[in-house]
């Protein structure tokens, strides 16, 4: 991946806001088109709430992107536990793993994020971990190596 970004929010509601705007932006400088910018920022707001709601005892969590030539990706992270983090992996990995009841807000949540993206991952070592990727197809603009000052990774907080 040849560009990179991460930021670190407090777990609280407002701040999934906060994340899109700034996934927007930094989708659409990189190319990416209108569509698969919003299918992003949907699969993103899910993971986002995710972990603000279910993050406990993290104070935070961390969003990371990384652009690259063929493929853009977002890791949705925080040092909490999910209490039921195997099932969560199971849901991710499993295509016919069925549909939550309505009562299941993050079991849906994932279904979406899978209908969305072309892969999902999800870990719970070190950091409970999302993973979400979208590939770089005929939609989006061609992309184009920032200048080598632009290239390093850097972070807002
Ligand atoms: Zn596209």
């Known amino acids: 991946m040849d560009a990179g970004f991460s930021i ?39 993971a986002g709430a995710n972990a603000v709601e279910h993050g406990d005892p993290a104070p935070d969590y961390t969003v990371e992107a990384e652009l690259g030539p063929r493929w853009g990706e977002v890791r949705i992270s925080h ?14 990995a499993n295509e016919t793993v069925p549909l939550p009841g309505p009562e299941a807000e993050s079991g849906r949540g994932i279904v979406l994020m899978r209908y969305l993206m072309d892969e999902v991952a999800f870990q719970d070592e070190p950091r409970t971990m999302v993973a979400l990727r979208k590939r770089r197809t005929i939609c989006d603009h061609p992309w184009e190596s920032p200048p080598p000052e632009r290239a390093t990774r850097y972070a807002l907080l």
């Open 8 to 46: 670190t929010l407090p777990r609280q509601a407002y701040t999934v806001a906060v994340v899109r705007d700034i996934l927007d932006t930094l989708l659409r400088r990189g190319g990416l088109c209108r569509e698969c910018v919003d299918d992003i920022l949907i699969a993103v707001s899910e």
């Open 79 to 92: 040092t909490g536990r999910a209490p039921d983090n195997a099932r969560l992996a199971e849901r991710f």
